[in-house]
């Protein structure tokens, strides 16, 4: 089969390499080419037509070593064109995937602002709330506190000049009003804190323990027990005070962490849209490289196909019509040494 394959690309370089020559030149060719010596190629009357058979033949190797070359850096370049694609596409694909993570890490970290967004929110509009309800009802006890402190004080001072008088002696002058009913006076004038149980419960108590007093004769518990609510009384205007304090406190706290949530929002949504921007990029550059690589690739396997065959083809031709040319030359190199 090989041999009949040989015979087969003898034929046909003859057939292109006898185009144009003389009807002695090609006979003398179709010997060469077959190796039967149907001429004497020891006759130098014939070295014209040897000179005509190396020039064609020649420009048929020159032919056919051009076809080999350009056949070889064909496939190379396509495969150089294949392989660099296949590179770009996959960076492409690195880059997208990069891309990617990214959207995930900015979604979740949006997701997150979003979350303390909603809760700083939520919490200045609880405690402006709150605020709004407490703070009427603490300055409104505090206003009142604070009024009954000067009738407390001045209720102090008159037990005690009652305290170990005779009952006689707790009169005064006609016309002027006694102390114990200045007392009175005082004591009906109290009235209980309505927001606070303990301090309400001791002016009730202090009001009962004087009422019943009808002399002079008052005991210094009475006094003790003024005393002792005056010192709540301030207490308790120091805790309301502290109250309020920590109502500003913290509402102002949970405005700065509103603001500062709403900025992180503003600022890690901006950054979610540029990611989500870049990876659109990413994906269309991944998908255009991609096609470009199908369509290179596809480039190189449809000529890969047929370049080994056909070099070898190409490779047999070039040294069949080497042979036939080494024939040539040592013809004309024996009619050359004949001439001198």
């Not at 979610?272 to 990029?281: E, F, I, P, R």
Request: glycine residues 4%; contains cysteine.
């Amino acid at each position: 089969e090989s041999q009949m394959a040989a015979q087969e690309i003898k034929e046909s370089l003859l057939k292109k390499a006898s185009s144009g020559l003389p009807a002695h030149a090609a006979k003398m060719a179709e010997s060469l080419a077959t190796e039967t010596r149907t001429t004497t190629l020891d006759d130098c009357s014939q070295k014209a037509a040897l000179d005509l058979i190396k020039s064609n033949f020649g420009a048929l190797m020159t032919k056919l070593q051009s076809e080999n070359a350009t056949l070889t850096k064909t496939n190379s370049d396509l495969a150089t064109a294949a392989a660099s694609a296949k590179a770009a596409w996959m960076e492409s694909e690195s880059t997208y995937r990069m891309a990617e993570t990214k959207v995930n890490t900015a979604t979740q970290a949006q997701a997150y602002a979003s979350s303390q967004y909603s809760k700083y929110s939520t919490a200045v509009t609880e405690g402006h709330e709150s605020y709004d309800k407490l703070k009427p009802k603490y300055d409104q006890e505090k206003a009142q506190l604070q009024r009954e402190l000067p009738v407390l004080l001045e209720l102090k001072g008159l037990i005690a000049t009652l305290i170990g008088t005779p009952a006689p002696a707790a009169e005064d002058a006609p016309g002027k009003p006694s102390v114990l009913s200045q007392v009175s006076g005082l004591v009906a004038s109290l009235v209980p804190p309505s927001t606070d149980a303990t301090v309400a419960t001791k002016v009730d108590r202090l009001k009962q323990q004087l009422a019943d007093t009808k002399t002079g004769g008052v005991s210094s518990s009475a006094h003790a027990v003024v005393d002792k609510l005056m010192s709540e009384m301030s207490l308790r205007i120091a805790e309301l005070d502290k109250m309020l304090q920590e109502l500003d406190g913290e509402l102002a706290t949970n405005k700065a962490s509103l603001s500062t949530a709403e900025k992180n929002l503003v600022a890690l949504g901006e950054e979610l849209d540029s990611a989500k921007n870049q990876l659109n990029t990413a994906d269309l550059q991944r998908k255009t490289l991609g096609g470009q690589y199908a369509v290179a690739k596809q480039s190189y396997e449809d000529n890969n196909a047929t370049f080994l065959d056909d070099a070898a083809k190409l490779s047999r031709e070039i040294g069949a019509i080497g042979t036939i040319l080494d024939k040539v030359d040592a013809a004309i190199a024996t009619c050359a040494g004949k001439s001198t």
